[in-house]
């Protein structure tokens, strides 16, 4: 693995196709913005001939092939394909955003992968968001190595940075995090940094020069053999000690001299099971070179030691109606069930889904069953229908080159998908099945928005169903209390690209405002009131008089109404007028314009007319009773309050339960959750968390999480309702 001389790269002019599972590789490549995942991505292209020396694909476009969003905001924001293709086997390069606010794009990556790498920064070291999706590929087993990146840097050191890794990602067992090769420097520079001009394999202990331009094999002078020994030992310990062969350790420390076969065997098996990863290093090739540096010793350790989708546990799968549905892993010839784990739009072709066949075959034309679960309460409507697929492609840059097929394993882009959104399953139209849906991030960040102009508006409610369509991260709310129209994002970033796209993509140009929180009214005390209307001049006269009692109730009551009336003084047909007069003006507010709640409003008395008295003058009297009772007591405002839980690393514990203090928050408890973390459990005014998403990952460095839930309405204190009113004019 990576000790071998040069293979033969595949030719960049086809699509790449794969006849048989055992020929793919799913690679999804994790790491924090600024890693060089993408640059890495490039260079591996360009070793395995994909592209040109421009990093272009031979017939135009770039090679991840990020929108036009990208390159104005100089981040990856969205999950990007590009495949390769290294002696015999097509690799599905899975390019993932860094920043925070794109996770559900990583998250999407991580389903359709049967194995990640992990780019680290020798520069900047491991962040602890990084940290986290370790720990979440840990607990599937998805098998994972590292690359070191950035070599280039003047303050780049490969065995401090592989100390760092060892310490970040194995603390059950540091020694199942090793390099493979150590970097070779050449003369140092008049600055006095010597760059890294090969690698020397720890196994082979031959030295792999890259300073030609493309990779040459030479052996190591002697001068240089005694400073390989020590970390030499160790990895051969670290293979040893995952090895299936239960006696191997034992012949190693008797003093046999173990075969480099026999150790790349096992080391191959330990990294597909997942328990065993390696520490490679990489940098992009220079100007006039036609290989980056570890590229060909990153593609053969994903050819030969990443598993085949055979190995890749498949996600539970059901009948429609729930019934679980066992699958044989990974079948050609099985059922159909594949997952769109991406949509986009193209101009000229429309949608286009990225699907990972799971099992069975995918072909142009074939009709498929597309059913879509449990995003509801994102705006994504439950659906089964019928539909046809349109071509199949391979993405190299913005070009789509068409394929035949696509066997269980492998990733196609597939058009003309009109219903099926991400996440959405596919299946024959004869069997349907469903797949577990993969976690998705709750979007907390509120962004009210509203129309530019009249054509925005008509064109608003196509583009954001497009949008949230092709963004299962994104929530779309029509707030019934508040009348707003809101998207909820991850983040600033993630906000900023959506109303990006609904100008760029679909011609929408919007507003944002003031996201305002849905508050309630109600009654402080009991009051009295006296609803009297009385026209009877000019035309049908109107007679109606009610005299009603309104006192609180405790909090979630609603609207109480008792009908208390003797004698007939309001004739039996107009007690309903009456209530329906007094919801309705409770439901419009009867101070600051927000519903009232939690009151019982008791008929008492009132008077009519035998032939001016009607429905509509008693539902005006009961509003105006209302009304006049409300003037007579203090009226207070109600704000919402949230339960929150907020998952966080021990280490920051103290900062966060501080912070929510400051907002109003009361703590309910703290219980420990494992893995140095706490989960805190708190009650916030809603008022207090509009930017909690923001705020959050700043006071954690992005290494918390946390969840919101409405619990209810209470009292605002009078102070901060007071500031609410002279703020806004009781317009929050």
């Given amino acids: 693995m990576g000790d071998r001389t040069h293979t033969h790269p595949g030719a960049a002019g086809r699509a790449m196709t794969a006849d048989h599972p055992a020929s793919v590789r799913n690679v999804v490549l994790v790491g924090p913005s600024g890693s060089g995942k993408t640059t890495l991505v490039e260079a591996l292209a360009l070793t395995a001939g994909a592209v040109n020396r421009a990093g272009r694909v031979e017939d135009g476009g770039t090679v991840s092939d990020h929108d036009d969003i990208e390159h104005r905001q100089h981040r990856s924001v969205q999950l990007s394909l590009v495949p390769v293709e290294w002696d015999g086997i097509k690799i599905n390069l899975l390019d993932t955003p860094g920043y925070a606010d794109f996770v559900g794009e990583l998250r999407a990556g991580l389903r359709a992968a049967d194995a990640a790498l992990f780019v680290v920064s020798a520069s900047d070291g491991v962040d602890g968001a990084t940290r986290m999706v370790w720990e979440e590929c840990q607990a599937v087993g998805m ?226 069953h597309v059913s879509g679960h449990g995003l ?204 329906k007069g007094v919801r309705a003006q409770a439901a419009k507010g009867i101070a600051a314009g927000h519903p009232l709640v939690d009151v019982r409003v008791t008929l008492l008395d009132g008077k009519s007319h035998s032939v001016d008295s009607s429905d509509a003058a008693f539902q005006t009297a009961g509003a105006l009773a209302l009304r006049e009772a409300a003037a007579e007591t203090r009226i207070h405002l109600l704000e919402p309050v949230a339960e929150v839980s907020v998952l966080i690393p021990d280490d920051y514990v103290g900062a966060v339960m501080s912070d929510l203090s400051g907002r109003r928050g009361r703590v309910l408890g703290t219980e420990q959750t494992g893995a140095g973390r706490t989960l805190i459990r708190a009650e916030v005014p809603e008022f207090e968390i509009g930017r909690y998403a923001i705020d959050l990952r700043s006071l954690s460095h992005g290494t918390a999480t946390f969840s919101r839930a409405y619990a209810r309405h209470e009292p605002m204190p009078p102070q901060v309702a007071e500031r609410l009113r002279e703020q806004d004019g009781d317009t929050p």
């Fill in 376 to 579: 509801a309460d994102r705006g994504h409507e439950d659906h089964d229908v019928d539909e046809k697929t349109g071509a199949l492609s391979m993405a190299f840059g913005k070009q789509q080159r068409p394929v035949e097929q696509a066997v269980a394993g492998d990733l196609v882009c597939v058009a003309k998908l009109g219903r099926a959104e991400t996440g959405d399953t596919l299946s024959a139209k004869d069997d349907p099945l469903l797949m577990e849906p993969w976690r998705m991030p709750d979007p907390l960040l509120p962004l009210a928005i509203q129309a530019h102009s009249k054509p925005d508006e008509d064109k608003l409610s196509l583009g954001l169903s497009r949008l949230v369509a092709e963004d299962p991260t994104m929530r779309l709310e029509q707030n019934q209390d508040t009348h707003q129209v809101v998207l909820w994002c991850l983040g600033e970033a993630h906000a900023d690209v959506a109303l990006e796209r609904l100008r760029s993509r679909y011609g929408v140009q919007v507003d944002v405002v003031p996201h305002k929180v849905p508050l309630r009214e109600t009654f402080a005390g009991k009051a009295a009131g006296r609803g009297r209307h009385v026209k009877q001049s000019g035309g049908h006269g109107q007679y109606a008089i009610c005299e009603i009692e309104v006192e609180p109730l405790p909090g979630g009551s609603g609207i109480e109404f008792v009908d208390k009336v003797v004698g007939g003084a309001v004739p039996r047909q107009f007690i309903p007028s009456v209530e």
């Fill in 143 to 368: 098998p994972r190595a590292l690359v070191v990146t950035h070599l280039e840097s003047a303050r780049a050191d490969f065995e401090e940075m592989t100390r760092a890794c060892a310490e970040a990602f194995g603390a059950d067992d540091p020694d199942a995090v090793l390099p493979l090769y150590l970097p070779l420097r050449g003369p140092a520079g008049p600055d006095g940094h010597a760059p890294v001009t090969g690698l020397v394999g720890l196994l082979s202990q031959k030295l792999f020069d890259y300073s030609p331009g493309e990779r040459k094999e030479s052996e190591p002078g002697e001068d240089q053999l005694p400073g390989l020994e020590e970390a030499r030992d160790r990895l051969i310990e670290g293979i040893i000690a995952e090895s299936e062969d239960e006696t191997l350790m034992d012949r190693y420390l008797g003093g046999e001299q173990v075969d480099v076969k026999t150790l790349i065997e096992d080391l191959e098996r330990a990294v597909a099971r997942g328990t065993f990863h390696p520490v490679l290093a990489a940098a992009p090739a220079a100007e006039d070179a036609r290989q980056g540096l570890g590229t060909v010793e990153l593609l053969e350790l994903i050819t030969r030691g990443f598993p085949t989708p055979f190995e890749h546990p498949m996600p539970d799968v059901t009948d429609l109606d729930g019934t679980p549905r066992p699958l044989t892993p990974c079948d050609p010839e099985g059922p159909l069930v594949a997952e769109v784990v991406k949509t986009s739009s193209d101009p000229y072709v429309g949608r286009i889904s990225l699907v990972r066949v799971f099992s069975g075959t995918l072909r142009p034309d074939d009709t498929v």
